[in-house]
């Protein structure tokens, strides 16, 4: 996967390509710090762009820091019709509650962006602590497509497969 610094939802990669998540511990909801912008009506013609016409898109969160005393979190994809995700939010798509204990550090979980009926202008996530976490951090971006364990293969320079 190539994550694309406009598609980042949650955390940030430096220039030196470090990976940093983005803090969501506490209890409750806990917005993406960045947005799709999918552009408004005015731009382009009549109707505002939809994630998931066409190809399917990805979401993969990447939890980088596990999350530590609470019960479960919930991962949604979302859309409103403001940048901080809070006038009209809709679900677009949901993993449902997952206990912490199935959330290590280095974990993926994919979600596809689900197409919309009625497209808002932003897209964005949503986390859904059950409990008060103590420590949680994750990594989440829209990509081209999930990435398995098998396709981190890697394999020598110099030497040829056949």
């Known amino acids: 996967m190539i994550p694309d610094a406009n598609l980042i939802l949650c955390g940030a990669i430096s220039s030196a390509g470090g990976i940093t998540g983005q803090a969501a511990n506490g209890a409750g909801n806990i917005i993406s710090t960045n947005t799709v912008d999918l552009a408004s009506l005015s731009l382009g013609g009549n109707q505002i762009g939809d994630m998931g016409a066409g190809t399917p898109v990805i ?3 990447n939890i980088r820091t596990a999350p530590t ?9 979302i859309q409103a019709d403001d940048p901080a995700l ?6 677009l798509v949901s993993t449902g509650p997952m206990p912490i204990a199935n959330l290590p550090a280095g974990r993926h979980v994919f979600m596809q962006w689900a197409r ?3 497209p808002k202008r932003y897209g964005g996530a949503r986390i ?12 989440a971006a829209v990509v081209a497509d999930a990435q ?8 020598k320079g110099g030497w040829a497969i056949t």
């Open 59 to 61: 979401v993969d969160f």
């Open 69 to 77: 005393v609470g019960t479960s979190c919930e991962f949604q994809l």
């Open 86 to 91: 809070t006038v009209n939010v809709q679900v």
């Open 116 to 118: 919309s009926t009625t």
């Open 128 to 139: 859904v602590n059950q409990g008060s976490i103590a420590t949680f951090s994750l990594f």
């Open 148 to 155: 398995s364990q098998l396709d981190q293969i890697h394999f």
